[in-house]
């Protein structure tokens, strides 16, 4: 594992700012994300499979009134219904994994290093968010090509583009710090992994991203309407498409509230393992 890149002594660690802090935080991770490329390359493995074979296999989906341009897909078609969801899919999954690298980091020893320094706690769970939204962006920005080679067309332009990335940024903001939080309170990797298998799943086939609530069952579409995995699908859907859903103003503030809940909680679970140890 690679040491942490903080100041020698107190003194100057006290000096530095907290964006100073949080940058070399984020050099730290980056780094070892060039050492463990692998990892972010093999997790684009499934989406390619969902958006190439499943897209293919459900392919006469599109033929449905509900896949329509009127319904928000684009120029109709499921592969260009199914690309947001997948999109998204891919950051969840992402950010579900993002709280192992603090359980190394505990196991190792590092984590001691970081509290026993003069570092702001915020700028640990931020340097390493910057590092997961940085990966999560290239990964997106790969989905959507692998989507435009099977054949999605992005009605919404440049700016739709845009509008469907800085959600999926959202959205993997809430996963990754609520993965932290979780890596903080079980300090278990077994833990971590079967808690966020227990939540990504429900909170992939519980929405949208998919099936349009339309056909879905009763029970299941009234979930969906609640479930921030639907906002993220439906908001990142209106953007490739360029016809946003009517909820769009409620949607991206559910997920932004989500999202400084999720960081708070990150931030708050450090302090209480400091506390702990």
Do not use: H, K
């Amino acid at each position: 594992m690679t040491t942490i890149a903080i100041p020698t002594t107190a003194t100057a660690a006290e000096r530095a700012g907290w964006f100073t802090q949080t940058g070399q935080v984020l050099r730290r991770w980056l780094i070892v994300t060039v050492r463990q490329v692998w990892g972010p390359v093999m997790s684009l493995v499934q989406p390619i499979i969902w958006i190439l074979l499943f897209g293919q296999v459900f392919s006469s989906l599109g033929d449905l009134p509900q896949f329509a341009p009127s319904a928000g897909s684009g120029t109709g078609g499921y592969i260009e219904y199914l690309v947001p969801g997948i999109l998204m899919m891919t950051v969840l999954y992402s950010g579900a994994w993002a709280g192992t690298g603090f359980i190394d980091d505990i196991n190792s020893g590092v984590m001691d290093q970081y509290l026993s320094s003069p570092i702001r706690r915020s700028a640990i769970v931020t340097g390493q968010l910057g590092q997961q939204l940085v990966v999560n962006l290239a990964q997106s920005l790969v989905v959507l090509g692998i989507g435009w080679l099977g054949g999605a067309r992005y009605a919404g332009g440049v700016g739709g583009l845009l509008v469907a990335l800085a959600v999926a940024t959202l959205l993997a903001t809430i996963f990754c710090c609520a993965s932290t939080a979780i890596a903080f309170i079980s300090r278990s990797q077994i833990a971590l992994i079967s808690l966020s298998q227990l939540i990504v799943l429900p909170a992939t086939f519980l929405s949208t991203t998919m099936m349009p609530s339309a056909l879905l069952p009763d029970w299941v579409a009234a979930v969906a309407r609640w479930n921030p995995m639907t906002w993220a699908v439906e908001l990142g859907r209106g953007g490739l498409s360029g016809q946003y859903p009517d909820a769009a103003g409620l949607q991206v503030a559910g997920l932004v509230a989500l999202a400084a809940l999720a960081f708070t909680w990150a931030v708050g679970s450090i302090r209480a393992y400091q506390r702990s140890i």
